[in-house]
């Protein structure tokens, strides 16, 4: 059962909200943890389910953990790390994509681990071969099993050479998280530089890891003996402040973001900007508006970093339905990131799919049966619907489609947004939306 909330469309946005911690990155500190001999302590961490459940997890192996919700502050003392009861597991099986990322620490700390079947949007199959590849490149066995799988390191984890098949932000910090107290070595090739993977270096390092990124995308890590406890602050949830900025653009309105940062937006700030919205950059945050006039369509393709993101794509194309003429948008990272069209189009939108890569660069889902490509033709007024949640950045776009559209609209699955959105609902009321809890699906 989840919560159906009731959405009264067609006002603009106005006000000033703020973004805490990265979704992307603080379960990945938390995870790093677990690697030092005293506590570490996270600042800037948001209230969301996401933490939950890396928090119960943590738990389960035996991290002492605190946690100030209000002030965002997170102790983990890591000193007394045992195996987690496979009950304990399995109550959080399908809940995150988090636990594959255990693997390094507790393999390093215990000799063994357990990965159960891992959760998080299904954007596609979302496999976890470069994870377990790169485990075993470190000397592990790999042990698959219907209820999930098991990990040993008899003989330690020792440096090596990885070539990533494409650059996996995942498989990077698997990687990261492994080869800090491998013995030895490890050179990365093909690594992930997401801003988000750059803190996760910047805690480790901390910690007294010896890490080098290079421009060509290699990561080198002399693997050290002893990592201590840190406090570090996480960078802001830029996926957050992006997704508030489309709702800016999609409804005519005007709202500052508390905490965002200029830096690790600007690919995204340049295509705002592109399509017709304003924003201002200040000390404290963001400002994104709508300028008044009409949107223009745009040519788009997500990318690994410093390119678009695909977890901007989704809230963008709510706002490129309001566009003037042909937009075309292709996902090369993830084959199945358009299923949230569908509600878009029941509400007005006029989107078609492709199998074909649209745009200049052909990637690798041109070849196989993905709808990956998407052609909006705007500006189609949105009206209101009955919609239902599919993931998480689909549901937020979902969200923001039923405040941009006339009417009242019921949108199921609403928590699903909990997971990534810290108080979207509070905050939303702040912003002067018409929104209300009417009861369960
Ligand atoms: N891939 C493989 N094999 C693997 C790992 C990845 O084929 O073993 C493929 C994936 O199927 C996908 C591509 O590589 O097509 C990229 O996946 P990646 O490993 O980079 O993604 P991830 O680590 O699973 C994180 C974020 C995602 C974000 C992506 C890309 C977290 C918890 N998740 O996922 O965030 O979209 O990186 O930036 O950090 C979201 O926040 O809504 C979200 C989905």
Redesign the pocket.
Known sequence: MSSVLRVEGGKPLHGTISVRGA???V??AMVASLLGETPTVLRNVPQIR?VDVVNELLTAHGVKVSYDQGAGILELDPSSVELAARSDIDALSGS???PILFCGPLLHRLGEAFIPELG??N???????????TLRRFGASVDKRPEGVYITAPRGLHGTVIEL?????????QTLLTAVQAEGITTLEGA?V?P?IMDLINVLQKMGAVISVDIDRTIRIEGVEKLKGVVHTALPDR?EAASWGAAALATHGDLFVQGAEQPDMTTFLNTFRKVGGEFEVKDDGIRFYHPGGKLKPIVLETN??PGF???WQQPLVVALTQAEGLSLVHET???NRFGFVNALRKMGANIQLYKECVGGVPCRFGQRNFLHSAVIQGPTPLHAADITVP???GGFSHLIAALAAEGVSHVAGIDMISR?YEHFLSKLRRLNASVEYVGQD
């Open positions: 979704k992307n990155f379960p990945k996401d995150s994509r988090i998080g949007c954007l596609g199959g979302r496999p976890i071969d470069y994870h377990l590849e098949p494409y650059p996996s932000v995942g498989a990077t910090e992930a997401e988000e996926i690994v970093h993101m695909t977890d990272v993830y084959e993931d998480l950045r990534g």
